[in-house]
């Protein structure tokens, strides 16, 4: 590919309602969970969010979210002065807002994308396990809502 060509191809990727956001949802709502995408009233604002059990979920892209980042590092070849210096920022950036919401009492789940893509049933079933802990744990009045 030219600079040009995958410049346009780079621009061309969404940061929110991606393809394993919308697999992820799809099957969370067909498991019966109701929740918000991309709440700009959560911090960080998740992809997927279920205030009433205050439950933060991140679909986190491989490449862009630094997934094995010790050993994929090297494998950048084009433009590495200025990848790698933006994918230590996202990962900083995702520690932040793991440590902000953690501290205001949300559970945060970081899902990988080739989780999702081959894992799905996997990470439905962990997601629903966590809103029962979190649903186990509310005050009997917060319950009835």
């Known amino acids: ?38 709440s700009k009233a959560i911090y960080g604002h998740p992809d997927i969010s279920i205030r009433k059990y205050r439950i933060a979920i991140f679909c986190d892209g491989d490449f862009w979210h630094g997934y094995d980042w010790e050993n994929r ?9 200025y990848w790698i210096p933006k994918i230590e920022r996202n990962m900083a950036k995702d520690e932040e807002v793991n440590h902000v919401l953690s501290a ?34 509310l005050p009997a009045s917060r319950k009835e809502t």
């Open 73 to 81: 590092k090297d494998s950048i070849k084009s433009n590495r002065e």
């Open 1 to 38: 590919m030219t600079e040009s060509q995958r410049s346009y191809c780079m621009s061309r990727i969404k940061g929110k309602d991606t393809s394993i956001e919308r697999i992820l949802s799809k099957a969370l709502w067909h498991k019966g969970l109701r929740f918000r995408k991309n």
């Open 104 to 137: 205001m009492g949300f559970t945060v789940i970081r899902v990988w994308e080739h989780e999702i893509r081959k894992d799905l049933d996997d990470t439905v079933a962990m997601i629903l396990r966590a809103v029962e802990e979190n649903k186990a744990a």
